[in-house]
């Protein structure tokens, strides 16, 4: 299926009637109008340092403070002061991953931007071609190449920006046409691939392309033969080998004399600036020693694991690519690995015998490859992309997993921008503290945890999160009844609980080295009682007394198909397949459990374990695909929803389902849903028709249990939601992305936005009880540090308008009897949000503000507008009123439009938790 993004005009019809003092609009579709949601909007809370993978950078020759950052899932990034601050492009596209970035040597103007990451990872986002821009990267216009989805490389004539080369390495899931090396003339307009081999009947792609500096028509091009699967990846094949031509791509030839052959997988390739004849490839080299190469492919084919292969090689030629000499030691796998995630070669521009091997510790040499030093960088890891300055070989910046480095002594020392959140979530966590506590787990980076809100009023600051796990971060779930316990685990299993009011910290993972797990495999702690914790890996494992011991409560509850089993644990692609990937609780019954699996099944136990039942052949049109999600019910015990996603099988429809018969029967609620894998799916807690999906590109809300589905984007970026919780109290959405981070939003209006409301001439919701904290800011912090957003100062009241009004809306707030508030809000049609700053004001008697006038004092504070963001009221007459802070307690709110009034209940509740946070 072909990933192309649906953009949905959403629309509710009207049927206008004359009555009321506007145009009273009546819905007769349930469907949202994606513009009633404008005036809402996320709040970004971090983290910075713990930052995503940044796959290439690029460099204006004629700026110097200048250079462009490409990152895996987190867009296009530009400073123009060297480092201090970045500022984010390519924004208006669907697409979040970027392979390339390149600026045209001869205009610092132009730069082309090749989409979708080459690294090939099981999270390894796709794009659709080839973008360019000619102001800097503030517009962009696409080339073409849709199919292409994963670019290497891109290299740009020094002389003429409309003579381009792309390495298109195709579709990561599957084979495709769209492949190779791609060629225009013409800045775009067309493109011709020079260079597609073709073995065994299958295309084969491009990986990386580099140019003669000093002769523009000779080039070198490496092909890389792989497939990934959803259980194991195909490192090599007799596909991958290094090219050359001397006529522009018209014609190429394939180099050996001294390379490798066989069985090969991703190959880098670098030529030395100042002597071009110095040409060096790192080689992942897949072949067996002693073993015959038709058995080794034999081997590849069937899925064995590749254990014992020769590994990570570096050749060298002083002769343009006639002759290579090997200068990595032999039984020393140079680059280390996995090499499809790395695979790049970087020559210094000013000394042809240092040379940088990007891996997971870089590898590097001095004397051109007598001895090899690993991580001579002493900073990074999980190292993706480096530039040397060609004027100047001890200013380096580096990209990898945990961020960006910069250097001026040759890595000596290394600067560490926390310009934005670009963290890569796997799944998020959230307690009952106040403010509540967010968790989460990330690519490399462990896990951590902060308050959702800072009870100061000021910003999140980076030193307000706290690391809370190790290696890549995945489940972290909280203890709800006491918030004491947190329990979290890295890759593929293993789970610990830390206790965060002793911060100890215990391993206890169930002792099984026969159990597969996911590699995020799920937790839940049970509803009914937070001493049962579930865990799963191909079975459900129960424990009654937080992981201290453990029973198993299922068999193999997957496919366990022998042929998706053969690479077993550490296998090519870093996989353990056959494992579950979701199980919910129900919150209405203990034991009731939905298990969904990588290799397709769904299952539930209404007896917690005792007894499973298999539901696949009751889904209408299954495609028994990785069950991204199972959700249960919070309001009748046979309702759960699941969803799947088909990335992994190169299908990107969206595919969920509700039940609510236990499984018996099925219905496809996709319904408007558009071609973006689906990630996870939300039942609200007092509203069973508010769902939430978030997909690989955004978050979708539905209002009328799944019938129709309105795009919920907002101001968030276009980025992978991988996990979604909502907040039982706060009633706030908290979107977990893999590449910006957290986003918070008040979904409180939502529960309350039935088709109904929307038929009123106005609506004014119920506002969420506001906690005056007790919370001076103690923080020491970096103002270079990106800050996350905090929730709005004051009380939050929104209201619907379905015409504009006639004047604008009043809110006046009552203690008592007795107005203490006004707040002013827009009459436009739509949802609106207006904040009382939790003041009240009381009028001075006429002598007084006599005396007031006649002493000079007082005076007109400044304003406090409403609107989206504002925090209420008109400007302060301080002659008029005396200010001060609005007790704890229960208030009344009477909402005025156009004559019509509405009450609601405001309650501001003392914070008796600040002793909680010291």
Known sequence: MQPYRVRLFLSVFFLVSSAGPWSRQHLTAQRLDEALLSNLEYREIGPTRQSGRFVDIAVPNQRPYTFYIATASGGLWKTENNGITFDVLFTDQDVFSIGAITVAPS????????????????????????????????????????????IGRIVVHPLNPDIVYVAALGHLYSENEERGLYKTTDGGDSWTRVLGPEVEGRRIGVVDVVMDPTDTQTLYAASYDKVRLPFTFDLGGPGSRLYKSTNGGDSWIQLGAGLPEGMLGRIGVDVYERDPSIVYVTIENANKNDMPEEERRQELLDHESSRGMIGGEVYRSDDAGITWEKVSPDGQSIGGGPAYYYGQIIIDPNDADIVHVLSARSWGTSNGGETWESGPLGFGGDDHA??????????????????????????????????????????VGIDMSHPYRVAGGLQDNGSHMAYSTNPSGG???????????????????????????????????????????????????????????????????????????????????????????????????????P????????????????????????????????????????????????SWELLNDNI?????????????????????????????RDDFRPFVYKTSDFGESWTDISSNLPAEPINVIREHHTNPNLLFVGTEFQIWVSIDGGRNWTNMKLDMPVSPVHDMKIHPRENDLVAATHGRGIYITDISLLAELTPEVLTKDAHFFEPEPRVRWVSPDLTNYSSSNFNGESEPEGVAMYYYLSGEASDSVTFTVYQNALPVAEIK??????????????????????????????????????????????????????????????????????MSVDGQEQEQNITILKDEWWMDRR
């Not at 821009?133 to 190449?145: C, I, Q, R, V, Y």
């Not at 100047?392 to 934005?420: C, R």
């Not at 008697?845 to 989206?868: F, H, I, K, M, Y």
Request: with cysteine.
């Open 107 to 150: 205009d610092p103007d132009i730069l082309y931007l090749g989409s979708g990451e080459p690294n090939n990872s099981r999270s390894s986002y796709w794009g659709d071609g080839v973008y360019k821009s000619t102001d800097a990267g503030e517009s962009w216009t696409h080339l073409g190449l849709p199919e292409s989805h994963h």
């Open 386 to 427: 480096l530039w040397i300055d060609p004027d100047n070989s001890n200013h380096m910046i580096l990209g990898y997993d945990h961020g960006l480095g910069i250097t001026y002594d040759g890595a000596e020392n290394w600067y560490h921008p926390d310009f934005q959140s670009l963290a890569q979530f796997y799944a």
């Open 459 to 561: 910003p999140i600051y980076f030193e307000m999160w706290d690391r809370v796990g190790g290696g890549d971060g995945m489940y972290n779930e909280f203890d709800t009844c006491n918030n004491r316990f947190l329990y979290n685990e890295s890759q593929f299993g293993p789970i610990s609980r830390l206790d965060l009011w002793t911060g100890d910290r215990k391993g206890i993972r169930y002792d099984d080295p026969d159990m597969r797990y996911n590699w995020n495999a799920p937790i839940v702690v049970s509803a009914h009682d937070c001493d049962v914790i579930y865990h799963a890996g191909n079975k459900v494992m129960r424990s009654s007394f937080r992981g201290e011991s453990w029973e198993i409560i299922s068999e193999d509850l997957t496919k366990a198909d």
């Open 563 to 610: 042929a998706t089993l053969t690479t077993g644990k550490g296998g090519d692609g870093n996989i353990q397949y056959a494992t579950i990937t979701s199980l919910d609780e129900s919150p209405l019954k203990a034991g009731l459990l939905w298990v969904g699996t990588d290799d397709g099944n769904v299952q539930v136990t209404q007896d917690d374990g005792l």
């Open 620 to 648: 209408p049109n299954n495609p028994e695909y990785w069950v991204s999600r199972v959700e249960a019910s919070h309001h009748d015990l046979g309702t759960a929803y699941i969803s799947y996603t088909g990335y992994r």
């Open 825 to 894: 809000g827009p009459a436009d049609a739509g949802i609106h949000r207006v904040l009382w700053d939790m003041e009240k004001r009381i009028e001075r008697s006429a002598a007084e503000q006599d005396r007031l006038r006649d002493d000079g004092g007082g005076g007109r504070g400044g304003g406090r507008g409403g609107g989206r963001g504002g925090r209420g009221g008109a400007p302060r007459d301080n002659i008029r009123y005396a200010y001060s802070s609005a007790p704890e307690g229960q208030y009344t709110v009477m």
